[in-house]
């Protein structure tokens, strides 16, 4: 603990506003720009199939680099990697603005991911480190977490907003004024520890880590134009996987592993974290045919598109805050997860019934308000159990790593049925279109034909979730006798300390081990 930490800053709550405005500005920037992509896809010329990298570029260098960034914040201290990570964002986004092809805008949104790696795990360690009284602690916690987690709906609206009333460009712009407003509060109003001398990164798990996600999402990618069984997709898919493998042998032997291995080594942990994954991967997918649905084809302004999503959000609160909190000290976790994934999926079947001429109220707003509620009731008992019981020396990690399977499970999602949509709208549209007089309603009919059957994969997705939750997570609730295959808590013997995941509301809602007094 340095010098002077156990008196309060007088300034610590300003120095909260400045911390959550930094996260706001990361959580949201994932969603801010589905608003905008068919109107960046018009502007930039973008085809079906490239569209995706949009997105996937974020949240992959994010996904991919952000177990690194916890390091490189240790390494150089939090305070300053905190401002450098805030002012490479606003380069960044400044750059993805001014984007004239495509190509330029998928780097510059994997540089907003890159500084996102960097930017989030010092925000968090900041947070932390300004907040030593465990009940302002717990407070502050409550407030970045409600500012985080209502990032995706302000994402929505002030990317109709932004798209409607000026331009899709300002979508990124806006994260400059944003990113300097923080810069200069962080100069003024935090403090910190200098970094650690002897903390190591590791670069080739990086290196191996991050490249094997990009084979395997550049595969999928190239999937849509090429056929799954062109030689480069299936070359791509090959040399992910073998990365992926090297990176696992990798972090048995480097010094300082990105990924200590010992933290997916507890069964409930581990299904936590492919459960978090694999339920991503069908909620990202959404987002992306939702947004083209709404404004392409059910003709949404992109403020009405944006206001369109609130249901889902709120249902997402609804699931977390008031039912998950509420009986988590009650149940198992995956009396739970399981539900919330049979929720989740049944929301994706209803949408598998839309048509051209689907009426949003009757028809979509059942099945996001379903997939909303289903999503909450898993989310919570997901970081609640994953991030709970761990060794100190090992939270942070823990956190990172729940946060990173969402950020891949994102980035694997968009590009898989983002894949699987557009192959299947051009199946349908060669298969139907006779003469150039039926395009208007030819192609209309086979893009949605397209998005339904890649909602059909995401519903089995997310069942596979489910069924990861109820055979992995045997997790009992707490004050539960012991029994056969209880695993709640990791093998470390030091004992429970707070999870720093600030967007979890694992933070403001632990679960007490029961096998403690």
Not at 1 to 24: K, N, S, T
Not at 103 to 111: I, N, P, S
Not at 150 to 170: D, H, K, P
Not at 461 to 470: K, N, P, Q, Y
């Amino acid at each position: 603990m340095p010098p002077g930490a156990e008196v309060a800053d007088p300034r610590r709550w300003w120095g909260l506003v400045v911390i959550a405005l930094a996260q706001l500005m990361v959580v949201l920037d994932a969603t801010i720009v589905n608003i905008a992509l068919p109107s960046a896809q018009h502007a930039l010329g973008m085809s079906d199939g490239s569209r995706q990298w949009v997105i996937t570029a974020y949240t992959l260098a994010f996904g991919g680099l952000l177990l690194l960034g916890g390091r490189i914040a240790d390494l150089v201290g939090r305070k300053r990697t905190f401002v450098t990570g805030l002012i490479g964002f606003a380069a960044a986004s400044a750059l993805g603005g001014a984007a004239t092809s495509p190509g330029m805008l998928f780097g510059a949104r994997a540089l907003q991911g890159a500084f996102a790696a960097v930017l989030a795990p010092s925000a968090l360690s900041l947070l932390t480190t300004t907040f030593t009284d465990p009940r302002e602690r717990g407070k502050a916690f409550g407030i970045y977490g409600a500012l985080a987690g209502s990032g995706s709906a302000i994402g929505f609206i002030v990317g109709g907003l932004l798209t409607e009333y000026l331009n899709w460009r300002w979508c990124l712009y806006v994260n400059v004024p944003i990113a300097a407003l923080a810069v200069l509060g962080a100069l003024a109003l935090l403090r910190d520890r200098p970094g650690h001398g002897g903390a190591r990164l590791d670069i080739p798990g990086a290196a191996l880590g991050c490249g094997g996600l990009v084979a395997i999402v550049y595969g999928f990618s190239e999937a849509e134009p090429r056929g799954w069984t062109d030689p480069l997709v299936l070359a791509l898919f090959a040399a992910g996987v073998t990365l992926l493998v090297a990176f696992v042998w990798w972090q048995t032997r480097a010094p300082s592993p990105l990924l200590p291995l010992h933290i997916l080594g507890d069964r409930d942990r581990a299904g936590c974290v492919l459960t978090m994954m694999l339920a991503v991967i069908g909620m990202f997918g959404l987002f992306l045919f939702m947004t083209y649905y709404l404004q392409v084809i059910l003709g949404y302004s992109p403020v009405r598109a944006g206001l369109a999503f609130l249901p889902l959000t709120a249902a997402i609160v609804v699931g977390s805050t008031q039912i998950s909190a509420r009986l988590l000290s009650h149940v198992a976790p995956r009396t739970l997860m399981v539900p919330g994934m049979l929720l989740a999926a049944s929301g994706l079947l209803l949408l598998t019934r839309m048509t051209v001429h689907s009426s949003y109220s009757a028809e979509i707003l059942p099945a996001l308000l379903l997939m909303g509620l289903g999503m909450g009731l898993t989310f919570m008992p997901v970081f609640a159990t994953a991030t709970s019981g761990v060794a100190p020396r090992d939270s942070g990690v823990t956190s990172a790593t729940v946060n990173t399977a969402q950020q891949v499970g994102g980035s694997i999602g968009t590009a898989l049925l983002n894949t699987v949509a557009t192959t299947s709208s051009a199946a349908y549209i060669t298969a139907h279109l006779r003469s150039p007089s039926e395009k208007a309603t030819v192609i209309p009919a086979g893009v949605v034909h397209g998005y339904t059957v890649a909602i059909w994969w995401a519903a089995g997705v997310m069942l596979l979730a489910g069924l990861v939750a109820g055979l992995m997570v045997t997790a009992r609730a707490p004050g539960t006798a012991h029994g056969p295959g209880h695993r709640y808590r990791s093998r470390s013997a030091d004992p429970p300390g707070p999870a720093p995941d600030g967007a979890s509301v694992a933070s403001r809602h632990p679960v007490r081990d029961p096998r403690q007094p």
